[in-house]
């Protein structure tokens, strides 16, 4: 029973000094934020084609391939989504839709005039992307710890302090914009049938808006 009881005074002893060192250990609570913006170098299209019949569908179907193609999208780039057929139409009875994805090295411009068609039915963005994001994003997230300590920095040495070891690091995503709306295309992509501007528009990466990315690091750091 002694040794038990020893055992007890020891255990609610050390958890006493735990909570006093706790209680005595000054720190100071800073954000960090970072922001960045990134140019996108791949767009992912959604294109619907229609058509009377199965075999003007599948015309249909070629010609689409074959405009992409000579536009520099590559085959394994075009990914077959969904196909209907609706029985109480009087015309396009036939549809079917794609996904494909658009590199710097497509020219979007022909893209847009060579699928300037009446078998197409729509043609929209579905994502705008980098192919190095996932870096990105890790720069920024490292640049907003380094706001955070800077902060910590100067405002202890406001004070005559220093900054001593990190004892918390929080990661808040604030703003995240992947899927950018074109400038150029805005207010066009809804349409049945795309029809060509009055005044010529630049469909290309150059007109694109940047993706943006912004974090914040919610830091705790102990004061010296």
């Known amino acids: 029973m002694k040794l038990k009881h020893f055992l007890l005074i ?10 006093a060192q706790e209680v005595k250990k000054n720190a100071i609570e800073v954000t960090g934020v970072a922001e960045m913006e990134v140019e996108p170098d791949e767009i ?11 075999n003007d569908l599948a015309d249909n179907e070629k010609k689409l391939f074959e405009i992409l193609k000579n536009a520099g ?13 609706n029985i109480y139409s009087k015309t396009a009875k036939f549809t079917k839709s794609y996904q494909f994805k658009a ?3 497509s020219s979007l411009s022909k893209i847009f005039e060579d699928l300037n068609q009446k078998w197409v039915s729509s043609l929209n963005i ?21 706001a955070a300590k800077e902060k910590a920095d100067y405002l202890l040495e406001s004070m005559g302090k220093k900054t001593g070891n990190a004892l918390e690091i929080v990661e808040i995503e604030d703003y995240t914009s992947d899927m950018i709306m074109p400038a150029a295309y805005k207010g066009r992509m809804n349409s049945v049938q795309m029809e060509m501007a009055d005044a010529p528009v630049d469909y290309s ?19 010296l």
């Open 10 to 19: 020891g255990i609610l002893t050390l958890g006493s000094f735990v909570n």
């Open 44 to 54: 992912i299209f959604s294109i619907g084609i229609k058509a009377d019949n199965k």
């Open 73 to 85: 999208v590559k085959n394994e780039d075009i990914k077959f989504k969904s196909m209907y057929q």
């Open 103 to 105: 590199s710097t090295k």
């Open 126 to 146: 579905a994502e705008v992307k980098s192919t190095k994001i996932a870096d990105f994003r890790k720069a920024v997230k490292i640049n907003a710890l380094k």
């Open 205 to 223: 990466f150059d007109n694109i808006e940047n993706i943006k990315l912004k974090y914040s690091i919610k830091t705790k750091y102990e004061i």
